[in-house]
């Protein structure tokens, strides 16, 4: 792909937010406002920037992955204003200032390169621990932890009678990824050799094993204290599969398997929240009026969008609780149809195969590893979250990424792309 | 290592191909089953929506649509108001209960509807009837203030072009809830009966084209003779029978079958009835749709005739129910469908009132099918039928019924009622062949043939006048 056509699927990416964002205010309002203006503007100088960035700061990185993120954060953003018009207009502020962290992340690492990172790992490790019990901090000081909606996830900042929210969580999955690829660089002949056998099952030094047990055991924690499902599995998932690309011992998918049997069983039987979960998950029409409600209204906005959809602007999206941020997919399928969510899926595939590809044709095990983690968070958490919502799975609170209302998120992914583009362009020099 | 990233990365593609496999499967899934469910406020609550669409009659009168406010509006409101029902937030009745989800649906069509209907993609669907607006209108003058009912079949078809019931009353004040049909107290009792199709009533003398038809069955013809009489006591019977004028219906010696239904002839008939036997008059009934579910799109009542084994032992009652009296009960739009199954060689359609669903800019989303609902009549029966009926209105009972231009059939019935007799008419109208089958009932208001048949005169002409 030249880098003329990439900058013109960037463009028209933006076109596509502008054009988007206009049909639902015609839709909804029967005019023109000024948000397609915005829209369009906002979208542009985010993906602009992070256009000339990546020219600038890494030149030789994949072109393909600011198109995709351009076209699935259009889509994205076009239906959190369809749900919400104030969510939609704050979501552009969240856009550009994740630009500019993208921004950031690629001027730092201009000289210094991507392996700079391997140097802070354990600062990196030690700040994603604390990113994740921020929220536990309790409420009411300038700097605390929030409840919303059962899950204890949030930090609150205060500025006077004002107050800020966000989930560090975001933040530390880019960390741990960060920690867990430099980790696993130097120590994977270690953790490939087995030298020791329990029956038929070959083992590795039982000190070996720690990384998978404290990943565990702070997955754990996450669920216990902050009852969040979706990041507790989300981070274990991470560990394990990139304990198995980095070793290539199937022992670590076993144990890591029956760790999440073991701690899902123990999940439904001790958390009244989870159990509450799975019911819905189940059986969403038995428990209609409480447990299930959400569930049954994401089917019926299923059957509502059909094979194209409502229309923009037509569907009543709204029903759906939470239809901003987990419940996005859903909107986007009651309002653009099958075609509409089949669309978004398949950018998503290919976004996930472009940052695997980078992930196979890096030039150490450290940057392989660490393009493989970034993609494997963004895979894992876009298949919990459809497949939460298409009940593939039990529904687990977490983002869609780029497409979810959520700033962190959004900050977070951008951060995930910027890393992504620097290690393609490291490979080409 | 590259070749278990490879690997984990086939792992998690596939699984995204898997979600949108599962993607079609469900939203297919959801779409059939979970459309219309009433728990899905997407179809059923009406202020979660943005508007209904219209309801139209064939030639293209607006019938029911949304006001400013979203409420429903009912332009000709009083002439429709059986077959449209009304839609408030709490109540629904008629059409605008039976289509609720489709007046609400938006359309969705193809692709390229998809991609270039910018403002057609958020309009509801509307509901185009087979009604037709001028037909409907003289019915409903026809029958005035009188109380009764008027059905209009195309009897190729089986499409209603008139449905009309009276007393009416207003779907507008129902929405404007200054008329509240739970009140069964109030004065909308009365008038929020169907009488077209959820009322049965006894069907008088129109029953004996039923007895005639398995008289015909049988082995008689239409010149077939049977003794005349001024009165019939069926065995083992208290009362008598007579005829409407207490004289003979011929010259006292014989009569034809087809003079006996010219004149109405009750002794002839009610002996008729007892001769054939009561499995033989049960089984024609049946056949007619007595005794069966009848599908209609807002729900009609089941005519019933009594058993043939009560009927068997009971010969005083078996010759009632041969002039149609005792318990035999039908609603006009089954008495309809049996003129019009005289006038299609024997066959009755299925009766339809909702032509097709269409989007704002009139294109079909999608269009009834006519399909034949019952064999009533084999085809010679029912042209032997067809012809002592038009000998009926040529110089019978029915005179009043005849329209100029068209050759008209029929038979006039009076039942009796608490209040008077009910007059019936039910016949089938053409040029060349008949078109179309009307019933007519106006309940204690008299004989058949002064007062049914003139209205019957008066739709029939307004239809070939429309046609």
């Not at chain 1, 009026?289 to 299923?302: E, P, S």
């Not at chain 1, 419940?327 to 998503?348: N, P, Q």
């Not at chain 1, 497409?403 to 998120?409: A, E, L, M, P, Q």
């Not at chain 2, 294109?363 to 009926?392: Q, Y």
């Amino acid at each position: 792909m030249t880098k003329r056509t990439e900058a013109l699927l960037v463009v028209l990416s933006a076109a596509i937010a502008a054009a988007g964002t206009a049909l639902v205010t015609v839709t909804t309002s029967a005019a023109i406002t000024l948000d397609t203006l915005a829209a369009g503007a906002t979208h542009t100088a985010a993906f602009g920037a992070l256009l000339v960035g990546f020219r600038r700061w890494a030149p030789g990185a994949s072109r393909l992955l600011l198109p995709l993120v351009g076209f699935i954060t259009a889509v994205g953003s076009i239906e959190v204003f369809r749900i919400d018009p104030d969510l939609g207009r704050l979501q552009r502020w969240w856009l550009l200032l994740a630009a500019s962290i993208g921004l950031l992340t690629l001027r730092f690492l201009r000289r210094r390169g991507i392996g700079a990172l391997r140097r802070y790992r354990y600062l990196f490790l030690v700040g994603a621990l604390a990113l994740l019990a921020l929220p536990l901090l309790p409420g009411g000081l300038p700097v605390g932890g929030a409840t919303v909606n059962g899950a204890r996830l949030w930090v609150r900042v205060a500025f006077g009678d004002r107050s800020l929210s966000f989930q560090p969580g975001e933040g530390a999955k880019v960390l741990i990824v960060v920690f867990l690829a430099s980790y696993l660089a130097d120590r994977r002949r270690a953790l490939t050799e087995m030298p020791r056998s329990l029956g038929p099952v070959r083992l590795p030094e039982p000190r070996q094993l720690l990384p998978v047990l404290l990943g565990f055991a702070v997955a754990f924690l996450v669920l216990v204290y902050q009852r969040d499902l979706g990041a507790s599995l989300l981070l274990f998932v991470v560990v394990v599969a990139l304990l198995y690309a980095a070793t290539g011992r199937g022992t670590y998918l076993a144990s890591g398997a029956a760790l999440i049997a073991g701690g899902a069983f123990a999940a439904v039987t001790s958390f009244s929240h989870v159990a509450t979960r799975v019911d819905a998950w189940l059986h969403p029409f038995d428990d209609y009026a409480t447990g299930g409600y959400q569930v049954a209204q994401g089917i019926f906005a299923l059957a509502e969008g059909g094979l194209v959809g409502a229309g923009l602007g037509s569907g009543s999206p709204w029903l759906i609780p939470a239809a901003a941020t987990d419940y996005v997919f859903v909107a986007i399928v009651e309002e653009l149809g099958m075609a509409g969510g089949l669309a978004l899926l398949a950018a998503f595939a290919m976004l996930i195969a472009v940052g695997f590809g980078i992930a196979l044709r890096a030039t150490d095990a450290f940057r392989s590893l660490l393009a493989a983690g970034l993609t494997i968070v963004l895979a894992v958490q876009t298949l919990l979250i459809i497949g939460g919502v298409l009940r593939m799975l039990p529904l687990t609170g977490i983002t869609l990424p780029f497409v979810s209302y959520g700033g962190s998120s959004l900050l977070a992914n951008v951060v995930v792309i910027s890393l992504l583009g620097r290690i393609s362009h490291e490979e080409r020099t | 290592m590259r070749r278990h990233i490879h690997r984990v990365a086939v792992v998690l593609v596939a699984l995204m191909a898997l979600s949108g496999a599962w993607l079609t499967w469900l939203v297919t899934d959801a779409a059939s089953r979970y459309r219309d469910d009433p728990r899905n406020v997407r179809a059923q609550a009406g202020a979660f929506l943005p508007g209904a669409g219209r309801i139209l009659t064939s030639d293209g009168v607006v019938v029911a649509e949304d006001d400013d406010l979203r409420n429903r509006r009912y332009p000709v409101g009083v002439v429709y108001a059986h077959l449209l029902g009304y839609a408030t937030s709490d109540d629904r009745r008629g059409i605008e209960d039976s289509r609720y989800a489709a007046l609400r649906r938006r359309h969705t069509g193809s692709i390229s509807d998809w991609l270039l209907g910018l403002g057609s993609g958020r309009q509801p669907h509307d509901v185009v009837l087979t009604v037709v607006d001028p037909v409907q209108q003289a019915a409903h003058r026809a029958i005035g203030g009188a109380t009764g009912a008027v059905v209009v079949i195309d009897i190729a078809t089986g499409a209603v072009l008139a449905y009309v019931s009276s007393p009416t009353y207003d779907p507008n004040r129902v929405v404007a809830g200054s008329l509240d049909p739970g009140d069964a107290d109030g004065e909308s009792v009365d008038a929020l009966i169907d009488r077209a199709a959820d009322r049965v009533l006894p069907p008088g003398s129109t029953f004996k084209v039923i007895v005639a038809a398995a008289a015909l069955e049988a082995g008689s013809s239409p010149d077939s003779e049977f003794a005349d009489a001024d009165e019939y006591l069926a065995p083992g019977s208290g009362s008598p029978i007579r005829n409407a004028g207490d004289g003979f219906c011929g010259d006292g010696e014989t009569v034809t079958l087809e003079q006996a239904l010219v004149v109405s002839c009750n002794t002839v008939f009610a002996r008729m009835a007892v001769t054939l036997g009561a499995g033989s008059i049960a089984s024609a009934a049946q056949r007619a749709g007595f005794d069966r579910y009848l599908p209609w799109e807002t729900g009609a009542a089941r005519s019933s005739i009594t058993s043939a084994d009560m009927l068997s032992s009971d010969p005083g009652a078996l010759a009632q129910t041969g002039i149609g009296e005792r318990d035999v009960r039908v609603t006009p739009l089954l008495m309809a469908l049996i003129a019009a199954a005289v006038g299609n060689d024997g066959v009755a359609m299925r009766p339809y009132v909702v032509a097709n669903i269409a989007t704002a800019s009139g294109e079909s989303v999608s269009s009834a099918h006519p399909a034949a609902l019952a064999r009533m009549f084999d085809a010679a029966v029912a042209a032997d039928l067809l012809a002592m009926m038009e000998a009926v209105v040529a110089g019978g009972t029915g005179t009043a019924a005849r329209v100029d231009g068209l050759t008209v059939a029929g038979k006039t019935g009076t039942a009796e009622g608490s209040g008077g007799p009910h007059a019936w008419f039910i016949g089938v109208a053409g040029a060349e062949h008949p078109e179309i089958a009307i019933a007519v009932v106006v309940e204690g208001a008299g004989s058949g043939g002064r007062v049914a048949a003139p209205i019957a005169a008066a739709v029939i002409t307004a239809w070939r006048d429309g046609a």
